[in-house]
């Protein structure tokens, strides 16, 4: 059997009549992502994963680059009187050390961590402004011998996708363009080596929110900010039209600078539960198409752009997606099963990069 019809057999064995579940993937072995790409593979993870035999055995084989999910985070690291604790993003720092894998940053600046040691500073421009600026030495500047690079600025743009966002870090710096061009200056003085980047997500879903992306890209470098790389998240919508994740990543590959696919899932949800009857087998065909897509055209990038191909997660139960009471226990967004099987996905991302 070719490679091609190796990688492709699981997901025809997955297929099933209408209205049926997809059968369970068999468990037989499957060859380590990391080996098939010529890039780092990444994986989002959480300090209580670092106990787990599954998924450090899923990881040390398949993965090469982690990103702390939530405790590299302001939310975590800054204490209500300003202090800093860094205990668990260590933790992930000696794990991905001594399993020889990069570490990735994430993230020093974000709209949604409001935290109230900076909103009670917005009134005082100067305090506010040292404050940042220590938070962010103090951050990117202790791991800055091993993280190869940082989300300086996380999801700048709005929901929808038209306007940059309004948040204390612009109402403490007076406008959008300053608190993001400062923290990239904060973070190159602080972590020099590492490659920075503007990160946000929907920019392969919502093709107006891709737009206002670029051109706040364009902005920045017109400014002299030192962006050196390109984060999409891609928390893919299975439902895009064929072609449009594509050229999304043509249209980011436009700057000559490295990409991150940064956080990739694609739930198999959809915003309208009631009326979408489609059988399960169907959404997973969509969903197979569209990572596929996604992952040949990162492939298709020059090397020098392939910064690094990362999952928001190793195994459906380790999503953000999966917790929380709404979940019904369905829902297959990454690479594997709870068992530890390769899920669908994971071969058409594997059929890709071979």
């Not at 405790?71 to 000696?94: H, N, T, V």
């Not at 923290?183 to 929110?209: G, H, M, S, T, W």
């Not at 490295?258 to 969903?287: C, F, M, N, Y």
């Not at 709870?338 to 991302?349: D, I, L």
Request: with cysteine.
């Amino acid at each position: 059997m070719s490679r091609r019809a190796f990688l492709a057999a699981p997901v025809a064995l997955a297929a099933c009549g209408p209205g049926e579940a997809a059968a369970p993937m068999p468990d037989g072995p499957v060859r380590p992502l990391k080996s098939l790409a010529p890039f780092p593979v990444g994986a989002a993870c959480m300090t209580g994963q670092l106990s787990d035999p599954v998924w450090v055995r899923l990881v040390s084989e398949h993965v090469s680059q982690l990103t702390p999910e939530w405790e590299m985070k302001m939310e975590y690291i800054l204490q209500e009187d300003g202090s800093l604790r860094f205990d668990a993003p260590d933790r992930i720092a000696w794990f991905a050390r001594d399993f020889g894998m990069r570490l990735f940053g994430h993230a020093l600046i974000w709209y949604a961590q409001d935290h109230p040691w900076f909103r009670a500073l917005t009134g005082d421009r100067a305090r506010f402004a040292a404050e940042y600026d220590r938070y962010i030495a103090a951050v990117a500047g202790r791991w800055r011998s091993q993280i190869v690079g940082w989300d300086v600025v996380n999801e700048p743009v709005t929901h929808e996708g038209h306007a940059l966002r309004d948040c204390v870090w612009s109402q403490g710096l007076g406008g959008t363009g300053a608190y993001i061009i400062r923290a990239f200056e904060q973070a190159r003085a602080a972590a020099p080596e590492a490659v920075l980047f503007l990160n946000d997500y929907d920019l392969e879903n919502i093709p107006a929110k891709g737009a206002t992306y670029l051109r706040l890209v364009e902005r920045l470098l017109k400014a002299g900010a030192p962006v050196t790389g390109l984060g999409t998240q891609s928390h893919l919508d299975i439902d895009i039209p064929r072609g449009q994740a594509a050229a999304f990543i043509r249209e980011l590959a436009q700057f000559g600078l490295p990409i991150h696919v940064a956080e990739l899932d694609a739930s198999l949800r959809t915003g309208d539960r009631l009326r979408d009857l489609r059988p399960r087998v169907q959404k997973i065909e969509q969903q197979s198409a569209r990572v596929a897509e996604l992952a040949e055209a990162f492939m298709a990038l020059p090397r020098a752009q392939q910064f690094a191909f990362t999952f928001w997660g190793v195994r459906d139960t380790d999503s953000w997606l999966r917790r929380g009471s709404e979940d019904d226990g369905r829902d297959s967004p990454l690479l594997f099963d709870a068992r530890g099987r390769a899920n669908p996905m994971f071969h058409a991302v594997a059929g890709a990069f071979s």
